[in-house]
């Protein structure tokens, strides 16, 4: 029988390029959640910039209480790295980058086993430890992505009002911003290795997110409680302040080491077992 090229279907370039590859296709999948997520708080970011200038005179007499100083880092609320931070560094930006980590790994991981094609992914010739680096690589593009649309936007707004803050603190911020995605993103590898379904382990991460966020935030409000921040993976991403102060070496390594370990841990998880499909 002749088959006639009538019958074959053209697929367009990123849809070639979706399948073509895991990786491809691990990027591919969550595209547009990235982008919204990027230029949505980046552009949110852009306007907190634009507005520094309207209340700068009413930010000096601004008067903080305690729970509002743990969020500036040692910032003042009247300067432009305070604002910035206070309005966006404390909790909007990273927590955006946390909920991309987690809605991308629990989809990626344990969305497929419920899905039941994670394992007819596994029975072809792809080694387990190939299909975990190439989903947990499609994780981290898609982090770096919209942290990088983050701090170009809240850059063009910092140029644009001529706001003090520094090019390299704001790059340095937003190392520690992935990292910390990064390490939400190896606790929702480990979590939907270990209960193997979606909305379960974005939940218990989420929930972990939330308790270690309000420990590292307010811990250091209470006198002789201050180190138990350090516990908190948030306190690893703001407890220098990067934003005024730059790059933290050992906080980084801190970051790195703990995304190593989890990631590690998702992988045993994923390789000793039966995978459905």
């Known amino acids: 029988m002749t088959m006639t090229t009538d019958?074959?279907?053209?697929?367009?370039?990123?849809?070639r390029l979706a399948v073509s590859s895991l990786f491809a296709r691990s990027v591919a999948d969550r595209t547009g959640l990235t982008l919204w997520i990027g230029i949505g708080i980046g552009l949110m970011s852009l306007m907190v910039a634009a507005m520094y200038t309207s209340f700068e005179e009413t930010l000096l007499d601004f008067e903080l209480g305690g729970a509002m100083e743990a969020f500036l880092f040692g910032s003042d609320i009247a300067s432009p790295v305070g604002w910035i931070t206070a309005e966006m560094y404390s909790m909007m930006v990273p927590m955006a980058?946390?909920?991309?980590?987690?809605?991308?790994?629990?989809?990626?991981?344990?969305?497929?086993?419920?899905?039941?094609?994670?394992?007819?992914?596994?029975?072809n010739p792809i080694s387990r430890t190939r299909i975990i680096t190439d989903k947990v690589a499609g994780i981290a593009v898609h982090v770096v992505i919209a942290s990088i649309l983050m701090g170009f936007l809240l850059w063009v707004g910092v140029a644009a009002f001529s706001l003090d803050?520094?090019?390299?603190?704001?790059?340095?911020?937003?190392?520690?911003?992935?990292?910390?995605?990064?390490?939400?993103?190896g606790g929702i590898?480990?979590?939907?290795?270990?209960?193997?379904?979606?909305?379960?382990?974005?939940?218990?991460?989420?929930?972990?997110?939330?308790?270690?966020?309000?420990?590292?935030?307010?811990?250091?409000?209470?006198?002789?409680?201050?180190?138990?921040?350090?516990?908190?993976?948030?306190?690893?991403?703001?407890?220098?302040?990067?934003?005024?102060?730059?790059?933290?070496?050992?906080?980084?390594?801190?970051?790195?080491?703990?995304?190593?370990?989890?990631?590690?841990?998702?992988?045993?998880?994923?390789?000793?077992?039966?995978?459905?499909?």
């Open 189 to 277: 590898v480990v979590a939907s290795a270990a209960l193997a379904r979606r909305v379960p382990a974005m939940l218990a991460v989420a929930g972990f997110a939330g308790v270690a966020f309000i420990i590292a935030t307010f811990m250091p409000i209470f006198e002789g409680y201050e180190n138990w921040a350090k516990v908190s993976p948030w306190y690893y991403f703001y407890g220098s302040n990067p934003l005024a102060n730059g790059i933290n070496w050992a906080d980084v390594g801190v970051m790195a080491g703990i995304s190593t370990v989890l990631y590690a841990i998702g992988w045993f998880l994923y390789v000793k077992r039966d995978l459905p499909g």
């Open 7 to 15: 019958t074959i279907v053209q697929l367009p370039a990123r849809k």
């Open 165 to 185: 803050i520094s090019a390299g603190n704001l790059a340095a911020t937003h190392v520690h911003l992935i990292l910390l995605g990064m390490m939400f993103g």
């Open 97 to 123: 980058i946390v909920a991309l980590a987690v809605i991308d790994g629990g989809r990626s991981f344990a969305g497929e086993e419920e899905d039941r094609s994670i394992g007819l992914l596994a029975a």
